[in-house]
């Protein structure tokens, strides 16, 4: 699932910043978590839309282009400004593939 190809460029390979960048994320990545099922569960449709657009970024730079594209699926929608059913659908998948993501990235070799 990671693919650390655009930090290696953007870092030319300085497995320090690697390191340091990926410790970001996984630092943020509860709060992350935590946010956007509160702003589903409170039915706050900006804030989920923000949120999911601001962990968007975070994905991306990770490599995780998959889970960059459920977030921005959830910002789409979350831009209605109205309950859907989907929304439900990918935040569960977001959080499943969360752990899935804490888990390879444990196992990671810089």
């Known amino acids: 699932m990671i693919d650390l190809t655009y930090l290696r460029t953007t870092t030319d390979n300085d497995k320090a910043v690697i390191q340091e960048l990926i410790q970001i994320f996984v630092t943020q990545l509860p709060e992350i978590k935590r946010s956007?099922?509160?702003?589903?569960?409170?039915?706050?449709?900006?804030?989920?839309?923000?949120?999911?657009?601001?962990?968007?970024?975070s994905f991306e730079i990770m490599g995780l282009r998959n889970q960059a594209d459920e977030l921005k699926r959830i910002e789409k929608i979350a831009q209605k400004d109205k309950p859907d059913p989907e929304l439900k659908v990918l935040i569960s998948s977001f959080l499943k593939t969360c752990e899935i993501v804490l888990d390879e990235i444990k196992n990671l070799n810089i």
């Open 36 to 57: 956007i099922v509160s702003a589903y569960e409170h039915e706050n449709w900006h804030e989920l839309k923000e949120l999911a657009h601001k962990a968007k970024n």
